[in-house]
Structure formats: C-alpha cells, structure tokens
T-cell receptor, first 116, second 116 residues
Framework: AQKVTQAQTEISVVEKEDVTLDCVYE???????LFWYKQPPSGELVFLIR??????QNEISGRYSWNFQKSTSSFNFTITASQVVDSAVYFC?????????????FGPGTSLSVIP | EAQVTQNPRYLITVTGKKLTVTCSQN?????MSWYRQDPGLGLRQIYY???????DKGDVPEGYKVSRKEKRNFPLILESPSPNQTSLYFC???????????????FGNGTRLTVT
C-alpha cells in the first residue's frame, strides 16, 4: 500500500520553541519522492521541499530542516526557533515512481499553532 | 507570473444544479490534477491528467467529471452536486510526472464549495 501518516493532528508551541513534525510513509517502490507543503491560514498550498529516495542527506534551509531516514520510512520536518508566521497546516506527501508514478499521496496534515 | 488560476474562489449552490470550476495554468505543464481537502483527511485526488486528452480517475472520482481539451485548462464538472461534495477544492499542475522525472505540484488558491 502507498500511504502517508502524520500522527500529530495538532501541535501548539510557544514562539521561539523548536518543533518537529513527523511523517511516516509506506511504499513498495524503491524509487520515490517525498515532499512537504505548507498551508497558511490564507489557504494556499506552498511547496517547501522535495527529496528523492536515493538522497538521505539531511537538508537545512534557514530555520527549517528535514531528516530523511529510509530505515524507519520517515521524513520529519523541524522548525527551529518557531515564529507566529509558521502557524499553518503542514502536509507531507509521497510520489512513487513506478507503481503509481501518476499519483501524489498526501498525509492528513499537521496543524501547527505558534503562540506569541 | 507563473500561476495556477482557479475560479470561483467561493461557490454556494443547491443539490442537483450543475456547476463547473475552472482551472488554468500558464506554465505549459503537462500534468494537472484536482484534489479535495476535508478535515482530517488531507488532500484526496479526484481526477488527474497526464497530458491533453489523457485523463484518469484518482481516489475519489465519483460525482465528478473532467476534460483536458487544451494543455492549459482542466475544468472540474459536478453534473449533479450533492451535500457530500461540500469541500475545499484545489487544482494543481506539475511539469511532468514521467517516471524518470518529478517536479513539485503548483496549486491554485482553492475553491470553497458549499452544496445545500
């Protein structure tokens, strides 16, 4: 089965705290892409990062970092020193490259609230 | 400006009254897709199109139709809307979904549909 699980439905943190959003995926494919998208309160969906299954190097972009571990099928997203503008729903997504290459499978999302 | 344009942003209609939500992209993308977003379920794919005149069902196609007569347009048609189609709808496009290539999805701003 191809599936993305985001077990944290809602998270609240106080501004400047670090927060990690979990993403666990399932796929039969050995080649796949993983994504994170952000949906701020205004509603649009914004692409954050893409990672392919052959590249397990962690990535850092400013206050954002991503930890990809094939051994645990996880692609977790950490925000360091969170800010109110980080308040949003975050979606993890999986794009298999062989069995269902025409699909992008989304997780249910994690709603993050950063309290000033 | 590269974008995916959906119209309308908000739509309230009654059961059984046919409606069309338009979607247009100006990036010459091959792949286009429709998703619906419901609380706790994330984004679920309704229909997608790999290219002109090539469309296929996603995970929740019942009650919807699509067409892809031109590369830039991918309208979503509800022939006889029902209250369970009340949802937030997103159109998305991507350069290509070929197995050897993957690019992120670019989303429209969403259409909030209410069927009474």
């Amino acid at each position: 089965a191809q599936k993305v699980t985001q077990a944290q439905t809602e998270i609240s943190v106080v501004e400047k705290e670090d927060v990690t959003l979990d993403c666990v995926y399932e796929t039969r494919d050995t080649t796949y892409y993983l994504f994170w998208y952000k949906q701020p309160p205004s509603g649009e969906l914004v692409f954050l990062i893409r990672r392919n299954s052959f590249d397990e190097q962690n990535e850092i972009s400013g206050r954002y970092s991503w930890n990809f571990q094939k051994s645990t099928s996880s692609f977790n997203f950490t925000i360091t020193a969170s800010q109110v503008v980080d308040s949003a729903v975050y979606f993890c997504a999986l794009s298999p490259r062989k069995t269902s290459y025409d699909k992008v499978i989304f997780g249910p999302g994690t709603s993050l609230s950063v309290i000033p | 400006e590269a974008q995916v344009t959906q119209n309308p942003r908000y739509l309230i209609t009654v059961t059984g009254k046919k409606l069309t939500v338009t979607c247009s992209q100006n990036m010459n993308h091959e792949y286009m897709s429709w998703y619906r977003q419901d609380p706790g379920l994330g984004l679920r794919q309704i229909y997608y199109s790999m290219n002109v005149e090539v469309t296929d069902k996603g995970d929740v196609p019942e009650g919807y139709k699509v067409s892809r007569k031109e590369k830039r347009n991918f309208p979503l048609i509800l022939e006889s809307p029902s209250p369970n189609q009340t949802s937030l709808y997103f159109c998305a496009s991507s350069l290509s979904m070929a197995s050897s290539y993957n690019s992120p999805l670019h989303f429209g701003n969403g259409t909030r549909l209410t069927v009474t």
